[in-house]
C-alpha cells in the first residue's frame, strides 16, 4: 500500500481511482464493508483504491481536549488498511486552510483536481466543509457535474447494534471485549514500542514494559488481564493503561505489561498487547508500599485467571 502525504505529494499517476473519505478511526466491521465494495468498485473499473483520511481528526483540531479518544494510531490505522487490500492512503493535514474549504471548494481541489476520482464510497452520515453542506445528495449532484459516481454506505449492524466507532468506545469503557471484538471484527489491541521508564515497577519486583503510547487520550483506564505475542510466543499478563497518579508524571497515559514469567530485554521493540478483562480501575495509594501490595494482587489473579483459562484458548 502506498502512503502520500499531502496534496502536494501527489503525482500524474496517483489520479484516477475509486475513493472513499473517513477517520476510519478502528477500521471496524463499517468500515470493512465500505473498503469491500470500494475494492469491488475498483477491479470492476480497472482503478486503484484510495483512502482518503485527515491528521489530525477534525474534532481533534477543533476539541482536542473533548475529541473521543482514538481506538487505534495513525501507523495501525495504516496497517489494518493494508490488511485490507486498500492501495493508496492520501493523508491531508487538517489545519486551518483545509477547515475553511467549502463543501464545493472540498470537491473540486481534492476530488476533482487532486484524484481525479471516478467512484465515490462514503459513509451513511457523512458531512464535509466548513458549511457542513457537503452530503450525500450534495455529492450526486457533485458528481453529475464533474463525472464521478457516488455510492452510501448501507449500515451494518452487530448484535443489535449500528457498527460505530462510538459503540466500541462504549463497549471498551465497559471492559466488554467480546462485544468489542465483534465490532471491530477481531480483538481489541494496542500497539507501540517499549521505551525506557522509571523503572519503579522492577524496583517493586515487578518489571513492566512500558509502552509509547503518543496519545492524549486512550478509551481504556484500568487494570487489565491482557497478552502479547512475542517471537511467535504468546505470553499472558496484567497491563495498567492511565496516568500512574500513585507516582508523579506527566498526566498523559501510559500502558504498562508485566508478562508472567517472561525474561529478556524488550526495549525499542514494538509490542502489541491484547486486552481480555478489566481487574479494577486505576487508582492512588498513600504509598508504594500499599501499590506493591495491589500490583501482587493484580498479578495473582492473572495467575488464577490463566491457569483456568490457558493463554493459548483465549486467543483468537
Known amino acids: 500500500m502506498q502512503l502520500v502525504r ?14 472513499t473519505i473517513g477517520n476510519f478511526d478502528g477500521v471496524h466491521r463499517g468500515h470493512q464493508a465500505i473498503l469491500a465494495r470500494l475494492r469491488e468498485r475498483g477491479q470492476a473499473l480497472g482503478l486503484p483504491t484510495c483512502v482518503v483520511i485527515f491528521e489530525p481528526q477534525p474534532r481533534e483540531y477543533f476539541a482536542p481536549d473533548t475529541a473521543p479518544a482514538r481506538l487505534a494510531r495513525l501507523r495501525d490505522k495504516l496497517t489494518l488498511l493494508a490488511d485490507e487490500g486498500i492501495d493508496r492512503v492520501l493523508c491531508l493535514a487538517f ?8 463543501a464545493s471548494e472540498f470537491v473540486e481541489t481534492i476530488l476533482v483536481d487532486g484524484l ?15 458549511d457542513r453542506a457537503g452530503d450525500f445528495d450534495f455529492l450526486v449532484e457533485a458528481g453529475r457535474r464533474h463525472g464521478f459516481t457516488v455510492e452510501a454506505a448501507e449500515t451494518v449492524e ?27 471484527g477481531r480483538p481489541y489491541r494496542i500497539s507501540g514500542r517499549v ?37 511467535g510466543k504468546a505470553w499472558a499478563g496484567v497491563a495498567n493503561i492511565g496516568v500512574r497518579p500513585t507516582v508523579a508524571g506527566d498526566g498523559r497515559p501510559h500502558l504498562e505489561i508485566h508478562l508472567l514469567d517472561f ?44 491457569h483456568a483459562q490457558p493463554l493459548t484458548k483465549s486467543l483468537k
Open 195 to 231: 521505551l525506557h521508564g522509571q523503572k519503579l515497577a522492577r524496583q517493586l519486583g515487578t518489571p513492566t514494559a512500558n509502552i509509547q503510547l503518543k496519545r492524549r487520550r486512550v478509551p481504556l483506564s484500568g487494570v487489565y488481564l491482557t497478552s502479547a505475542v512475542i517471537d
Open 263 to 306: 525474561a529478556g530485554d524488550l526495549y525499542g521493540r514494538r509490542l502489541t498487547v491484547e486486552f481480555h478483562q478489566k481487574l479494577r480501575e486505576e487508582q492512588r495509594f498513600a504509598s508504594l508500599e500499599a501499590l506493591k501490595s495491589a500490583i501482587d494482587a493484580d498479578i495473582a489473579a492473572a495467575r488464577a485467571h490463566w
Open 95 to 102: 489545519n486551518r486552510r483545509l477547515s475553511q474549504l467549502d
Open 6 to 19: 499531502g496534496l502536494h505529494n501527489l503525482r500524474p499517476e496517483h489520479r484516477g481511482c475509486v475513493a
Open 158 to 184: 452487530q448484535d443489535g447494534l449500528r457498527v460505530s466507532s462510538t459503540e466500541i468506545r462504549k463497549a471498551l469503557a465497559e471492559a466488554n471485549f467480546e462485544l468489542a471484538a465483534r465490532l471491530l
Open 116 to 130: 481525479r476520482v471516478r467512484h465515490l464510497e462514503v459513509g451513511d452520515d457523512f458531512r464535509f466543509g466548513c
